[in-house]
C-alpha cells in the first residue's frame, strides 16, 4: 500500500508573484479567444436547426459571453489562491486524492467525445463537470459518514476525505442533483443529459477503485487465495489484516469490463429507445456488480442490516435499486413504443444515426423523454 504518493516540496517565494502574472495572462488569452469565438455569426442553417427566434439566440450568446469571460477569470483566481498556500506549506499527493482526480478527468474527457457523436456541444459536459465534481463528492462523503458514524471521532476526522470513505451510491445522488438542475437551466431533457455521461462514470469507477487498492482500504475478508493480499486494519489502528481479497481490484476489473460494454451498447438501437435508457442500464450493471462483489467484502468493510451475517448495507442498496430501474425501465420502454406507433420519431434515431450539424445550444429534448 502507498496511500502517498509524493511530497513536493514548498513553492519558493520569489516564484509566486511571477506565477500569478504568468496565471492571469492565460486567463486574459482565454477571455479574448472565447468572446472571439462568440462574435463569429451563428450559419443560418444552424439557426434553421435549432428553432429558436432572434431574441432567445441573443439571449443565449449573451450569457454564454458573461460565462466565457468569467470562467477563466474564477480558475485563474482560485489558481492563485492554491499556488499562495503551496508558497507556505509543500503538498503531500495522497494516492487517493490522484486517482480521483484522474478518475475525473478521463471520465469528463469520454463524456465529452460522447456529447459530440450525439450532436450536443462538448461544452455542456465542461460546464456541468466541476459542480459535478464538488457535489458527487460531497455526497459520497456525507453518505458514507452517517452509515458508519461510530468511526469517527471528531468533525475534522469526518472531513479527512483523503483518506478514504466514499459511497458510491453517495454520488450517484449528487450526479442525479446536479444534473436535474443543469437539465431545468440548460432546457435539456435529464434522460438525455445523464445518457451524455453514463458510460464514462464506469472509466471514472475504475480510477477511484485504483485509488483505494493504494490507500489499503476498502478490502475484503480474509482468504487464502494466491493473491490474497493484507491491509492496514481499518478497525484496529497499526495492525495489518490476515491475507484478504482485494476487491478493489475486483472492482476495477469489473468497472474496465463494464465501461467497454457500456461504449458498444450505447451505439445499439435496443437500449437507446427513450432518452435515459443507457442511464438505467448503467445503473443496473453497476447495481449487480456491487452487490457481487459485496460478497468478499462481508465481515471486513461492508457493514451487515437487519441483524444479518450475509446482506450489507450496498446490498440492500442494490436490491432497492434494481427494482426500482427495472419499473421505470417497463414504463419508459411502453411509453416509446407507443410514441413510435403513433408516428413519432424515436429516440434511437437520434442517437445511433448521423445527426444534423451541431449548434450553440443544446439541442431540444427527444420526444419520448422521461
Excluded at 49 to 73: C, E, F, V, W
Excluded at 108 to 128: G, Q, V
Excluded at 202 to 216: A, E, K, T
Aim: charge should be positive; proline fraction near 6%; include cysteine.
Amino acid at each position: 500500500m502507498r496511500p502517498i504518493l509524493a511530497i513536493i516540496p514548498q513553492l519558493p517565494a520569489h516564484l509566486l508573484l511571477p506565477l500569478w502574472i504568468v496565471t492571469f495572462l492565460i486567463a486574459m488569452a482565454a477571455v479574448a479567444y472565447n468572446l472571439v469565438q462568440l462574435r463569429r455569426p451563428v450559419p443560418s442553417n444552424v439557426v434553421a436547426a435549432s428553432g429558436a427566434n432572434d431574441a432567445l439566440l441573443d439571449g443565449n450568446r449573451s450569457n454564454d459571453a458573461l460565462l466565457a469571460a468569467l470562467s477563466p477569470l474564477i480558475v485563474a483566481g482560485v489558481g492563485c489562491f492554491l499556488f499562495f498556500l503551496w508558497s507556505h506549506h509543500s503538498i503531500t499527493l495522497h494516492s487517493y486524492g490522484f486517482f480521483l482526480v484522474l478518475g475525473f478527468f478521463t471520465a469528463t474527457w469520454n463524456a465529452c467525445l460522447e456529447a459530440k457523436r450525439r450532436d450536443y456541444d462538448p461544452n455542456l459536459i465542461l460546464d456541468i463537470a466541476l459542480p459535478m465534481l464538488t457535489v458527487t463528492v460531497l455526497m459520497c462523503r456525507l453518505l458514507y459518514v452517517v452509515l458508519n458514524l461510530n468511526q469517527f471521532h471528531s468533525v475534522w476526522e469526518m472531513m479527512q476525505i483523503w483518506s478514504g470513505g466514499l459511497s458510491f451510491h453517495g454520488a450517484i445522488i449528487g450526479g442525479v442533483l446536479v444534473s436535474a438542475y443543469y437539465s431545468w437551466s440548460k432546457k435539456i431533457s435529464i434522460g438525455a443529459l445523464l445518457d451524455l455521461m453514463a458510460p464514462s462514470v464506469f472509466l471514472g469507477y475504475f480510477f477511484g477503485r485504483i485509488g483505494c487498492l493504494f490507500n489499503g482500504c476498502c478490502y475484503g475478508k480474509e482468504c487464502s487465495l494466491p493473491w490474497a493480499m493484507r491491509f492496514p486494519d481499518e478497525f484496529h489502528h497499526g495492525q495489518i489484516t490476515p491475507p484478504s481479497h482485494p476487491t478493489q481490484i475486483y472492482s476495477a476489473i469489473f468497472a474496465m469490463g463494464l465501461f467497454l460494454f457500456m461504449q458498444h451498447a450505447k451505439k445499439l438501437p435496443r437500449f437507446n429507445r427513450f432518452a435515459g435508457q443507457p442511464t438505467l442500464l448503467f445503473l443496473a450493471l453497476y447495481a449487480v456488480e456491487r452487490g457481487f462483489v459485496e460478497i468478499f467484502r462481508n465481515g471486513a468493510t461492508a457493514l451487515t442490516v437487519f441483524g444479518t451475517t450475509w446482506l450489507t448495507q450496498a446490498q440492500l442498496a442494490s436490491i432497492i435499486g434494481l427494482v426500482v430501474i427495472s419499473i421505470l425501465w417497463v414504463v419508459f420502454s411502453r411509453r416509446a413504443q407507443r410514441m413510435a406507433a403513433a408516428g413519432y420519431d424515436t429516440y434511437a434515431s437520434s442517437v445511433t444515426e448521423k445527426a444534423a450539424p451541431s449548434t450553440l445550444a443544446s439541442p431540444q429534448p427527444p420526444v419520448s423523454s422521461p
